[in-house]
């Protein structure tokens, strides 16, 4: 089974800074099936990215994916105050295995 | 509007069992998987598996093996989520999400997710 690790654990910006948060594979992700959720306190999670680069509806393209194979990167060009959040990659097969998260805290 | 709305809050003793389900709205129950993922406090998300509302095929991840049933009621458009056994690292909060649909692809993501119900395992 496929394991993801995102990198760094805690990044620590200002609004208006880029983000760039990554996801690594244990084994290549098929189909680049591979998609990022935001996660903010007490909520559910929200799909931002699908198929590592197609955002999803509704989301502001200031958001970004890219990657492939075990390598994926999720971008936010200028943190907007409402960005500060939990973000979890998962790569969605017959299994589901989520990423162990990365949160992005106002510095 | 697509909506999945879950069960309330549980508190369980250690070695019982908890069912929680999720209705879904605003489409057709059966056109879509749902999957399971849980949170413990603190923590990260993990997900559980995944049933086919519209012919009860599941799957669910090792860990769980044995432990999760997964099951649905097409007539109310809900889903179930059993979980036996229960432990005190079972204490987490329990995420229905919308899949892929039935006849399309499987490979698609979570679009809609439930509210989460909080299980408490305690003594």
């Known amino acids: 089974e496929i394991v993801l690790t995102q990198s760094p654990g805690t990044l620590s910006l200002s609004p208006g800074e880029g983000a760039t948060l990554s996801c690594r594979a244990s084994q290549s992700v098929s189909g680049n099936y591979l998609a990022w959720y935001q996660q903010k306190p007490g909520q559910a999670p929200r799909l931002l990215i699908y198929g590592a680069s197609n955002r999803a509806t509704g989301i502001p393209d200031r958001f970004s994916g890219s990657g492939s194979g075990t390598d994926f990167t999720l971008t936010i060009s200028r943190l907007e105050p409402e960005d500060f959040a939990v973000y979890y990659c998962?790569?969605?097969?017959?299994?589901?295995?989520f990423g162990q998260g990365t949160k992005v805290e106002i510095k | 509007q697509v909506q999945l709305v879950q069960s309330g809050a549980e508190v369980k003793k250690p070695g019982a069992s908890v069912k929680v389900s999720c209705q879904a709205s605003?489409?057709?129950?059966?056109?879509?998987?749902v999957h399971w993922v849980r949170q413990a406090p603190g923590q990260g998300l993990e997900w559980m598996g995944w049933l086919n509302p519209n012919n009860g095929d599941r799957k669910n991840a090792q860990k769980f093996q044995g432990r999760v049933t997964l099951t649905r009621d097409t007539s109310i458009s809900t889903a179930y989520m059993e979980l036996s056994m229960l432990k005190s690292d079972d204490t987490a909060v329990y995420f229905c999400?919308?899949?892929?649909?039935?006849?399309?692809?499987?490979?698609?993501?979570?679009?809609?997710w439930g509210q989460g119900t909080l299980v408490t395992v305690s003594s």
């Open positions: 999400a919308r899949g892929s649909g039935t006849s399309a692809s499987f490979n698609r993501p979570h679009d809609y």
């Open positions: 605003g489409y057709t129950f059966t056109d879509y998987y």
């Open positions: 998962q790569h969605y097969d017959t299994t589901r295995p």
